[in-house]
């Protein structure tokens, strides 16, 4: 007899894995964040650091002095018998004017046998081109030929001066016989042997277009060359008081006006001193007066020079310029905001657009504020929103006033959120700002680098 199979088969509902969900849910998670990572720009961070700057005040400076040029009286032949910016007394030889050129070409002759070459010429020559090279400068080429015609000039006038006393009968003849003319200086100081233009120019009438140095040119005097009557011989600089005018912006000159010296550096040398100056407004410009007592050999042969206005650093918080932007936010009345129930935070009572006109509690972020008015973003409201004054019927359109903010994105909690900033001075790569400011960038906070290419709430990835 064949046994009857009891076995009865259930049918069973549907049961969850849970592990598989979790595992699911994981696995999603990860592709957000790749597709995420991939396809977002990751952004570069800045942490906020104490800092000092120093502000880029280089100038072209325009140098005045008081100088007097010397006319020939005589046409002829002219040589010199001091060396190009050098100091002479009362009486001292300056130059002589050879009317019909012998004692010139004796002069010339003696020169090129050489037998007036000195040994202490010859020792001051080679100490002027060791201290030459000593401080040249691949950046300061042109000043190679420069320091080439002062070399020469000075051996030239040395030699012409040495000839003065082995051609003493041939000069004395020539006076005689009135064909030769020595010159001597009338008045103590430093001369120079050439002019420019710029020898009357004063703090009292000098112009704007003055500052021009595109056309600048500076004629040169040399020994030997022929000379007309009344023509420039030299020109005497009789004072160790001199002045660098300046043109400055009004913002600068308002910060100066309560100093009564400033330092300076020369930037061709780095050469710093200090200097008493007074402000000149011209032709709705301003100009500063630099009043200088000392140095006036050292750039005897400039007429414009760059000049740093040395002047004291700002300190504060030091960021980035590329991580400065801005952004444009909503100004509201302080008077609309109230104390929430919830918060002690500034709450708005922003009306229903719906018929039943329904007023409900926000509580916006605010971002600055001044004395009237709270600044806030379009997070919570929109430009058209009707807020309302509490215990009045008195509204206020969202949207009525606008102000644009200057400041940085702050990414310490992984997304954009903007910082207003204080800027107490800025140089070409950054700017220091001011700590301490109500809702704004702090010490240790982490800014997006580049500012123009974050946005309010954006997930940063790094």
Known sequence: MARKNNIVKFRHGFSLNIGFIVFFVIIIYVIFHIFTYITSKPVSEYEVRQGTIATNNVYKGLILRSETIIYAQQDGYINYFVANDSKVGVGNPVFSVDTDGSVSDQIQAVNENGSNITPEMISETISSINNFTSSYSENDFSKVYSFKNKINSTLIQSMNQNALNTLADAISTAESNSTFYMYNAADSGIVHFGTDGYEEVT??????????????????????????????????????NWDILINISDTLAQDLNEKNYVTIRFCDDDYTTNAGFSIIKKDGQYFIDLKMKNSLIRYIDERFTNIELVLDSQSGLKIPNSAITKKEFFTIPKKYFTEGKDSSSPCLMKKSSDKDNSISVITPTIFFSTDDYYYIDDEDVSKGDTIVLSDSSETYTIGTDTDELTGVYNINKGYAVFKQINILSQNDDYTIVETGTTYGVALYDHIALDGSSVVENQTITK
Not at 207 to 222: A, G, L, M, R
């Open 203 to 240: 703090p009292d009438n000098f112009t704007i277009d003055q500052f021009n140095n595109s056309n600048y040119e500076q004629k040169v005097f040399n020994s030997s060359e022929k000379i007309g009557q009344l023509d420039p011989a030299f020109k005497l600089i009789t004072s160790e």
